[in-house]
Nanobody
Framework: QVQLVESGGGLVQAGGSLRLSCAAS????????MGWYRQAPGKQRELVAV???????NYVDSVKGRFTISRDNAKNTVALEMNSLKPADTAVYYC??????????WGQGTQVTVSS
């Protein structure tokens, strides 16, 4: 079983930066890929960025060039570096892990608020 805990959210001004971190524990050998999702008020949860075990990454178009996802396998963490933040980035950000067997695991979420 895998557990995920996010940290690093907060309140920032537009144009600022935040770094989110997700720590995985448990049966981490079951993880195929990890990613970050977000859910803004009144909107559906959307994928922000993913990284697989080989290091390949994908991003939603709205964050390309501004966000970077990385993974430290030795520390069992995945990070999301967010730069040039916009008010539209305001959301609860969730860490996600896709496990062998098709099971998805989620962190509890961390609030990111970008003020104008």
């Amino acid at each position: 079983q895998v557990q995920l805990v996010e940290s690093g959210g907060g309140l920032v001004q537009a144009g600022g930066s935040l770094r989110l971190s997700c720590a995985a524990s448990g049966s981490i050998f079951l993880i195929n890929a990890m990613g970050w999702y977000r859910q803004a008020p009144g909107k559906q949860r959307e994928l922000v960025a993913v990284i697989n075990s080989g290091g390949s990454t994908n991003y939603v178009d709205s964050v390309k060039g501004r966000f970077t996802i990385s993974r430290d396998n030795a520390k069992n963490t995945v990070a999301l570096e967010m730069n040039s933040l916009k008010p539209a980035d305001t959301a609860v950000y969730y860490c996600n892990a896709a496990l062998k067997g098709g099971v998805l695991r989620w962190g509890q979420g961390t609030q990111v608020t970008v003020s104008s």
